[in-house]
């Protein structure tokens, strides 16, 4: 056998869960291949199994070094969000909304965010799963025999599978705990994960210091919004389990499949599997829903991507530098995306953060950070993907400040800037002193 990579064999397990177990040569690594098999095979609660998608999440981070952050680090991180929202003070109506900060690894990234990930990933999965099954024409459930008893568990874990590989591919170049638009660590709690941040730097040619402060203030920006608008996660959340519960089976020639499956086969199973034989199908509903989530997915970073513009302006020169390596990691097609598209179907345009940078711009310039902050109110408020298409004419016609009622107006202001302000204290990484 030669030693030379140019000349392995390609790995004929590519793209299935499996292929982590098998080498180019197609040999397997038996303890992992059983052990897979039987994570694959243990029962589990949900639609999801969560045990394997941990697993090959972090099998996958541990490819390469992974270092638990210094004290230095952490310390590190603490100092750039105090200063990011001592900046943010100014440039935005919402009180801090961080709690505490954190240095995190790329593995305490994976378990810091999984209990986010299961609330997002779960609807899919489970009417994903049901579908499966009731896809199944009466003739080929008789058929099918003892793979219909096989389905739920084999849905599971292909979707652990799919959520663990994409889990750590992100994991390994994710940045920040809200890097994808989504409040993804305990609330309250803003996190950097410093190697993949030094790797970002890199090639940017902006100090080190400057790059994750900039990345500081994006993080506290999420913070402030998520904390302060209370309906925003479950809007969020509410269009992923709206996508999950409009999924459809096309059942067209699953019989005939099915007739040709030998249901004893494991190996022909999952490639019918794989090879969508239950590939859903896109409903009206669903792009309803996605189209929902995307546009929400840019007003926030749309948002974000102002308010630190605003905060950096006379503070930062390198900010626009930084401004533009960050939408470009967006255009580039980057992990948020791939991971949105493999869990949900969504993928992330990236001309639309642009686009709602510019109408949050521009709603502030005419009519002053307190109408632009103000749309957060309610979520009849919220521009549309049709005024992400024409930014700059977003409420053109009005010369007042947004209001869901103009005599309530102020009272509800206060209330949305008041809720979770007792909770708006910096605190250290270890979260045992307030920061100043």
Same mark, same amino acid.
């Given at each position: 056998?030669?030693?030379?990579?140019?000349?392995?064999?390609?790995?004929?397990? %590519?793209?299935?869960?499996?292929?982590?177990?098998?080498?180019?040569?197609?040999?397997?690594?038996?303890?992992?291949?059983?052990?897979?098999?039987?994570?694959?095979?243990?029962?589990? #609660?949900?639609?999801?199994?969560?045990? =394997?998608?941990?697993?090959?999440?972090?099998?996958?981070?541990?490819?390469?070094?992974?270092?638990?952050?210094?004290?230095?680090? +952490?310390?590190?991180?603490?100092?750039?969000?105090?200063?990011?929202?001592?900046?943010?003070?100014?440039?935005?109506?919402?009180?801090?909304?961080?709690?505490?900060?954190?240095?995190?690894?790329?593995?305490?990234?994976?378990?810091?965010?999984?209990?986010?990930? %299961?609330?997002? /990933? !779960?609807? *899919?999965?489970?009417?994903?799963?049901?579908?499966?099954?009731?896809?199944?024409?009466?003739?080929?459930?008789?058929?099918?025999?003892?793979?219909?008893?096989?389905?739920?568990?084999?849905?599971?874990?292909?979707?652990?599978?799919? /959520?663990?590989?994409?889990?750590?591919?992100?994991?390994?170049?994710?940045?920040?705990?809200?890097?994808?638009?989504?409040?993804?660590?305990?609330?309250?709690?803003?996190?950097?994960?410093?190697?993949? *941040?030094?790797?970002?730097?890199?090639?940017?040619?902006?100090?080190?210091?400057? *790059?994750?402060?900039?990345?500081?203030?994006?993080?506290?920006?999420?913070?402030?919004?998520?904390?302060?608008?209370?309906? =925003?996660?479950?809007?969020?959340?509410?269009?992923?389990?709206?996508?999950?519960?409009?999924?459809?089976?096309?059942?067209?020639?699953?019989?005939? +499949?099915?007739?040709?499956?030998?249901?004893?086969?494991?190996?022909?199973?999952?490639?019918?599997?794989?090879?969508?034989?239950?590939?859903?199908?896109?409903?009206?509903? +669903?792009?309803?829903?996605?189209?929902?989530?995307?546009?929400?997915?840019?007003?926030?970073?749309?948002?974000?991507?102002? *308010?630190?513009?605003?905060?950096?302006? #006379?503070?930062?020169?390198?900010?626009? %530098?930084?401004?533009?390596?960050?939408?470009?990691?967006?255009?580039?097609?980057?992990?948020?995306?791939?991971?949105?598209?493999?869990? /949900?179907?969504?993928?992330?345009?990236?001309?639309?953060?642009?686009?709602?940078?510019?109408?949050?711009?521009?709603?502030?310039?005419?009519?002053?950070?307190?109408?632009?902050?103000?749309?957060?109110?309610?979520?009849?408020? =919220?521009?549309?993907?049709?005024?992400? !298409?024409?930014? =700059?004419?977003?409420?053109?016609?009005?010369?007042?400040?947004?209001?869901?009622?103009?005599?309530?107006?102020?009272?509800?202001?206060? %209330?949305?800037?008041?809720?979770?302000?007792?909770?708006?204290?910096?605190?250290?990484?270890?979260?045992?002193?307030?920061?100043?």
């Amino acid at each position: 056998m030669t030693d030379d990579p140019a000349e392995q064999p390609e790995n004929p397990f %590519k793209g299935t869960p499996f292929e982590q177990l098998f080498g180019a040569s197609g040999m397997p690594d038996l303890s992992g291949l059983m052990s897979q098999m039987q994570a694959m095979m243990t029962p589990h #609660e949900g639609s999801v199994n969560w045990n =394997l998608a941990g697993d090959i999440a972090r099998r996958a981070v541990a490819e390469s070094p992974d270092p638990t952050p210094s004290q230095r680090e +952490q310390d590190a991180v603490a100092d750039a969000v105090r200063l990011a929202d001592h900046w943010l003070d100014e440039a935005c109506e919402f009180p801090s909304g961080v709690q505490s900060t954190a240095a995190w690894s790329r593995a305490e990234w994976i378990e810091s965010t999984r209990e986010v990930w %299961k609330v997002l /990933v !779960d609807p *899919v999965a489970e009417h994903v799963v049901a579908a499966m099954g009731d896809a199944l024409p009466e003739e080929a459930r008789q058929m099918a025999g003892p793979l219909i008893g096989m389905l739920g568990q084999m849905g599971g874990a292909m979707f652990g599978s799919q /959520v663990g590989a994409a889990l750590g591919g992100l994991a390994g170049e994710v940045l920040t705990a809200s890097d994808i638009g989504l409040p993804l660590g305990p609330a309250g709690r803003a996190a950097l994960v410093p190697s993949n *941040v030094a790797a970002f730097a890199e090639g940017l040619d902006v100090p080190a210091d400057d *790059v994750r402060l900039y990345l500081a203030l994006r993080e506290a920006a999420h913070q402030r919004l998520f904390a302060h608008v209370p309906w =925003l996660r479950e809007h969020l959340i509410s269009a992923v389990a709206d996508y999950g519960r409009g999924i459809a089976i096309d059942t067209s020639g699953i019989e005939e +499949q099915m007739r040709n499956l030998n249901p004893s086969d494991p190996t022909a199973i999952q490639e019918a599997l794989e090879g969508g034989l239950f590939e859903p199908k896109q409903t009206p509903a +669903q792009e309803a829903a996605l189209l929902r989530l995307e546009t929400t997915l840019a007003l926030v970073e749309g948002w974000v991507d102002e *308010v630190v513009g605003q905060a950096t302006t #006379e503070r930062m020169p390198t900010a626009v %530098k930084m401004q533009e390596a960050v939408r470009r990691r967006r255009a580039a097609g980057g992990p948020a995306e791939e991971t949105f598209a493999a869990l /949900v179907g969504l993928e992330l345009r990236p001309r639309r953060l642009r686009d709602a940078s510019t109408l949050w711009g521009s709603l502030r310039s005419r009519h002053g950070t307190d109408a632009r902050d103000s749309v957060w109110l309610h979520p009849d408020l =919220l521009p549309t993907a049709a005024d992400l !298409d024409d930014p =700059l004419g977003f409420r053109e016609e009005t010369a007042e400040p947004l209001t869901p009622a103009d005599d309530d107006f102020d009272a509800e202001l206060a %209330k949305l800037l008041d809720e979770g302000s007792d909770g708006g204290n910096t605190e250290g990484a270890s979260g045992d002193e307030p920061r100043e």
